[in-house]
């Protein structure tokens, strides 16, 4: 099947020059040729829209959406406390509907492809499929138990070898070219080197990605360095668990060598600026690691907290930290901003061969905004509209060439069911919260 977008404006390559009055032609799932173009394919008029790559969520969890606006004010660890206490009570339906509401947000805002992650994953697998929505889905297991903590807060301790051998059942089971199966461990707080060198190995051997978090405030440092001897960086380091597969997220803590660990290794950092703000864990230092050639990502992390699923939005606050940090506007720009939610993302998620910029034989991940929307008037520059101005909603969406987003509405599924489900979930999940978790926090 090819489809024609017929004389557009759209953002091409990997510096996003703007061209005008250009044609698309999308067959099956790629970009086959850019220009002025006559062929026989489904015509779409791109007149009165612009068209950018989708954006890349490169840290999200979706099964966390439950947990939205329940948590704000308080710190880290005591996030941490709510999730693990609340995730007792989650069954899995409710966090297949839930994820639905997380992903569909995210979708709405220009965003195609998430790197997602969980404690389980096959709900998240199931969400992504049925929309059409591309991501890579990530087991994040345990090994260490969280001895300090009372049970009923106490995040779950895996066998080792046990969610090692899960996680390569899952990639056999479910990896695809749309919905992909990565692998990754939660952090180097509770995770053994086994666990982590052995998700690695399972990176490596299927050629994907890993992804962890790390560096994440002062108290997941001094835990880590009380454990191990080092900070979190410089153990990965020492294990040999950083390089060009590897992505690291938040990264608040990090000393100059840790981050020369970073360029030597070619390892990703995927900043979440607005998730560090909500639990007051620190900045991530993007200014240094960039310029010291490190690929910096963006995340949205979770609402639990962040209360927001659109990725989208920290590029806006990442420039609004920087700036404060160094009382200065143009310490970085609006560019580098919009690689960071695009090829930067698709980096980290060894993804940049198919994804991340509009080019010939890439894959059609593309969003079509409407000119006239109110965030893009004048329309001077749309790209730095898309970082610094609230309420953009994608107009039309192709992933891997299938239009997922048409007219503001999702094409897959009914919205307005999912919702209905979403909310009596809700208010049953809410219940059970005040009578079980809201104590511990």
């Not at 996680?167 to 695809?176: D, F, I, N, P």
């Not at 209360?307 to 990442?318: F, Q």
């Not at 890439?362 to 409407?370: E, G, P, Q, T």
Request: charged share 25%.
């Amino acid at each position: 099947m090819m489809i024609l977008i017929k004389n557009t404006t759209a953002f091409l390559g990997k510096n996003f020059e703007r061209h005008d009055n250009i044609d698309i032609l999308i067959e099956d799932d790629r970009i086959k040729r850019i220009g002025k173009i006559r062929e026989q394919a489904k015509i779409l008029d791109g007149t009165n829209f612009f068209v950018t790559p989708g954006f890349v969520n490169a840290h999200f969890h979706p099964s966390q959406q439950l947990n939205r606006a329940l948590g704000i004010g308080i710190s880290h660890d005591k996030q941490m406390d709510l999730l693990h206490a609340s995730d007792k009570i989650k069954t899995a339906a409710d966090r297949y509907w839930l994820s639905y509401i997380a992903v569909l947000e995210g979708l709405k805002s220009g965003t195609t492809c998430f790197n997602s992650v969980g404690s389980e994953i096959e709900t998240q697998i199931r969400v992504y499929k049925n929309m059409g929505v591309r991501a890579a889905c990530i087991l994040f297991p345990k090994d260490i138990i969280a001895k300090e903590k009372e049970k009923q807060i106490r995040a779950y301790a895996w066998k080792t070898a046990e969610r090692i051998r899960k996680a390569e059942e899952l990639h056999r089971k479910y990896h695809s070219d749309l919905v992909r199966i990565h692998f990754g461990a939660v952090n180097v707080r509770y995770c053994s080197d086994k666990l982590i060198k052995g998700m690695l190995r399972l990176a490596e051997k299927y050629g994907v990605g890993f992804h962890m978090h790390a560096a994440e405030g002062n108290i997941y440092v001094n835990k880590v360095r009380e454990r191990t001897g080092y900070t979190p960086v410089e153990y990965l380091y020492k294990i040999h668990a950083l390089n060009h597969r590897v992505s690291l997220a938040h990264m608040t803590k990090l000393t100059e060598k840790e981050i020369e660990y970073l360029a030597k290794t070619n390892t990703h950092v995927v900043h979440c600026p607005r998730a560090n703000s909500y639990v007051a864990v620190g900045l991530c230092p993007v200014k240094e690691l960039l310029d010291k050639g490190v690929n910096v990502a963006l995340g949205s992390d979770a609402a639990i907290n962040n209360n927001s699923n659109e990725v989208r939005g920290e590029a806006h606050a990442a420039f609004d930290k920087i700036a404060d940090k160094y009382e200065k506007a143009d310490i970085i720009d609006y560019l580098t901003l919009f690689k960071m939610l695009t090829i930067n993302g698709a980096k980290a998620m060894v993804l940049e061969n198919e994804i991340g910029t509009i080019e010939v034989g890439k894959k059609a991940d593309l969003v079509l905004w409407r000119k006239n929307d109110l965030p893009f008037i004048p329309g001077f520059n749309y790209l730095a509209d898309m970082i610094f101005t609230d309420s953009c909603r994608a107009h039309t969406i192709f992933i891997n060439g299938k239009i997922v987003l048409k007219n503001y509405k999702t094409t897959l599924i009914d919205e307005e069911e999912i919702k209905k489900k979403a909310m009596l979930i809700c208010k049953k999940y809410y219940g059970l919260f005040k009578k079980y978790v809201a104590k511990y926090i």
